[in-house]
């Protein structure tokens, strides 16, 4: 995946976000850096830190297949030349926990480096849940 500006790497990492729900993980795996500095800090708490270990929770967490869909709003973007930032308000749709249909939200900040295949995200948090 090539995401030649920081707009289209925000819009694939949501596009990847939803395969996710439905078991998928190759697509967010392939929206993130695999350098040891990647890092995420989830809605289930924890930090994680390292390429194979942030791959290795997507890999997790596409095995729930919460189902939904995660839509955004209040997308506020900076693009740099080697970095750039985007935070938004995810919400999370008709996900299933514990045999229930729940709605969540929570504010989100990605942060994208410019690496030799495009924009990779380096880090992702949102607000616990």
Known sequence: M????????????????????????????????????????GPFGGFIIGGTAVADEFARSAAMQLGGRIEVTDVI???????????????????????????????????FRREPEGWKLVHHHTDHS
């Open 2 to 41: 090539t995401n030649a500006t920081l707009a289209s790497a925000h819009d694939a990492l949501y596009d990847a976000l939803n395969a996710m729900l439905t078991g998928d993980h190759g697509p967010i795996q392939a929206a993130w850096s695999t350098r040891d500095d990647a890092s995420y800090a």
């Open 77 to 111: 973007m900076l693009e740099g030349t080697d970095l750039g930032f985007t935070a938004c308000t995810e919400h999370g749709l008709d996900h299933v926990i514990d045999g229930q249909s729940v709605n969540l939200t929570h504010r989100a900040t990605n942060i």
